[in-house]
């Protein structure tokens, strides 16, 4: 597994970028690649990608949710891919989200890709995205609010 690991500094609240980072289904907005996804249940999400021409579909599953503090996930077919992001107040409207996924390239263009160092590249392209969508409509677009623990068997 590869990791990539990510920061930016938001300005707007830790609420207002955890909330945000909770509406999954407008990730297409800021994630190039991301086509579609939807909110299954509220610990279950399906993916469609579409990477160097290459579609894949896949569910992905939230393990960890903690409000205002972390977000973690694991894939559950498709391409293996974990992370988790969290979120560090450093001020009263500046907010750290830090990004750490691992992901197991598949086939010859992501493993071309990785070889290039194309997924940091990417990450760090919709992390700065995500600032410009969370800062530019000055407030979350929804949120959801519940936790979820960690399964201690994963």
Known sequence: MATVEQSIDVDV?????YDQWTQFEEFPRFMEGVERVEQLTSTRTHWVTKVAGVTREFD???TEQRPDERVAWT???GPAQAGAVTFHRIGPDRTRVMLQLEHRPEGVVEKAGEALGLIPH???GDLERFKSFVEEHGGETGAWRGEIDQDPTH
Do not use: M, N, W
């Not at 609240?13 to 970028?17: E, W």
């Open 13 to 17: 609240p830790v609420r207002t970028a």
């Open 60 to 62: 992905a599953e939230i």
């Open 75 to 77: 894939t559950t077919d």
């Open 122 to 124: 990417r990450v760090k």
